[in-house]
Structures are given as C-alpha cells and as structure tokens.
C-alpha cells in the first residue's frame, strides 16, 4: 500500500508543546484531569475533602494551547472559569506502577490551565449527566513549555498562583494536593495503560472563579516559568 494513500483524507497534525531548552516538542497522547485535588478547593465546590480515592476526567489531546497566548471564549456558556494546576508529561507507560517507581515514568512539568464552563458542568451534575460539556471542548487546556527533570527536577512543593489582570486569584502550594504525583500517577495506571505523551492536570487550589473576553491570565508555579492567556471573543 502507498503510505500516502493510507488515510481517506489528510491526517490531523499530532498535537504536541515545546520543551523548554530544546528543539524538541513534546507529543501529546491523552489528557487526564485530577478532580478537586486541594482540600480548599474541594470545599468551595461544597464537598468534603476528607482523602477519598481520587477521580478523573478527560480533555482531548488538541484542546491544548501551547505556551498560551490568545484563548477563544467558548460557545454555549456564560460562565467559564479559569483553574491553575501543575501537570505531570509522561514518558513512560504502564499499568499497575507502584506508588514508589512512578516518578520514573515522569518526563517534566508544564503549567496548565483547566478551563471549564461551569455553568455547564453544574447542569450537567444536578441531572447526574457527564462533565463532557463542561470540561472538554476546544482550547480548553493551555499549557506552558515542558520542564523536563533532567534540567528541573521534580515539583512536589512550591507556590502556585494565578492572576487576573493582575490581581491574585488563586493562591497555594503544591504540597497541600490531597493526592501527590506519585500517588496520582499509581492510581490512575490501576485502570489505564498509561503510555509516553500522557498528561496529567493534578488539581487546582481554592479561588476559581469567571473570566470574560478581554481578561489576562497569568499563571506561575515556583521552579517553571509563566503561563500567559488572553481570553478574547
């Protein structure tokens, strides 16, 4: 078979993210989303944070936005919020991985933003439907550059905040996650394959609130560098 006839039509570009100090991008296979990872922010969603096996959602692999920039508002919702979180990029598959060996499956650290139209997402709760709406829709994961571990260790602790327009919204530590990296990566392989271009966005701290168009987002974690997002219309 003439591999440029293989597919009906051309093929969509693999999404992937630049890795910092490289030239070298970070290809993209799945996204994963740790739900309400922080105790202060699981009780601002009206839960109880005591340590309960944690669960997931998931984003499309091209609904990230590398390093930021111009973010779209999205159709259908009137309320979109912005969720800083650390995120984990594997290099290395597995099913099963123990909580001590996990770290060895992490290839860097990126900063990202898990946008939600949370009108949608709480409609969506009350008749007991799925987050889909509400979680995965286009440009709905920005993320900065990969920190590889060879060139910037691992981030177990360190200040996490988010500014809009300047003004601090969300502030906390990673070491305040309910669930750590290890732990989070051991857990999620007991019911996937996990596979090298994996994500995982590991929670957000209290203070999510609503963007609007014209909004600048301003994400760091201390170890990284920046993330930095417009919302325009």
């Given at each position: 078979?003439?591999?440029?006839?293989?597919?009906?039509?051309?093929?969509?570009?693999?999404?992937?993210?630049?890795?910092?100090?490289?030239?070298?991008?970070?290809?993209?296979?799945?996204?994963?989303?740790?739900?309400?990872?922080?105790?202060?922010?699981?009780?601002?969603?009206?839960?109880?944070?005591?340590?309960?096996?944690?669960?997931f959602?998931?984003?499309?692999?091209?609904?990230?936005?590398?390093?930021?920039?111009?973010?779209?508002?999205?159709?259908?919702?009137?309320?979109?919020?912005?969720?800083?979180?650390?995120?984990?990029?594997?290099?290395?598959?597995?099913?099963?991985?123990?909580?001590?060996?996990?770290?060895?499956?992490?290839?860097?650290?990126?900063?990202?933003?898990?946008?939600?139209?949370?009108?949608?997402?709480?409609?969506?709760?009350?008749?007991?439907?799925?987050?889909?709406?509400?979680?995965?829709?286009?440009?709905?994961?920005?993320?900065?550059?990969?920190?590889?571990?060879?060139?910037?260790?691992?981030?177990?602790?360190?200040?996490?905040?988010?500014?809009?327009?300047?003004?601090?919204?969300?502030?906390?530590?990673?070491?305040?996650?309910?669930?750590?990296?290890?732990?989070?990566?051991?857990?999620?392989?007991?019911?996937?394959?996990?596979?090298p271009?994996?994500?995982?966005?590991?929670?957000?701290?209290?203070?999510?609130?609503?963007?609007?168009?014209?909004?600048?987002?301003?994400g760091?974690?201390?170890?990284?560098?920046?993330?930095?997002?417009?919302?325009?219309?």
């Amino acid at each position: 078979m003439n591999p440029d006839n293989l597919y009906a039509f051309e093929a969509a570009e693999i999404p992937s993210i630049p890795v910092a100090g490289q030239e070298s991008r970070f290809p993209v296979r799945r996204i994963y989303c740790v739900g309400r990872n922080y105790a202060a922010h699981t009780r601002e969603m009206g839960r109880d944070p005591d340590k309960e096996p944690p669960f997931f959602f998931m984003k499309p692999a091209d609904a990230i936005v590398p390093e930021g920039g111009l973010v779209k508002y999205p159709a259908g919702t009137s309320d979109l919020h912005h969720e800083i979180e650390l995120v984990v990029a594997l290099h290395r598959g597995g099913h099963d991985i123990a909580v001590g060996r996990a770290l060895e499956h992490v290839y860097g650290y990126a900063i990202g933003l898990d946008m939600t139209r949370r009108d949608l997402q709480s409609e969506a709760k009350k008749l007991g439907r799925p987050w889909d709406f509400g979680k995965s829709f286009d440009q709905s994961a920005p993320i900065s550059a990969v920190y590889p571990v060879a060139s910037h260790g691992h981030h177990s602790s360190g200040a996490i905040t988010l500014a809009v327009n300047g003004t601090i919204r969300q502030k906390g530590d990673l070491s305040d996650m309910i669930w750590n990296v290890p732990e989070t990566i051991a857990f999620l392989s007991q019911y996937y394959d996990l596979a090298p271009g994996d994500l995982i966005y590991t929670g957000t701290p209290a203070g999510v609130g609503a963007v609007v168009p014209g909004d600048r987002l301003l994400g760091r974690i201390e170890g990284l560098a920046e993330l930095d997002v417009e919302i325009v219309s």
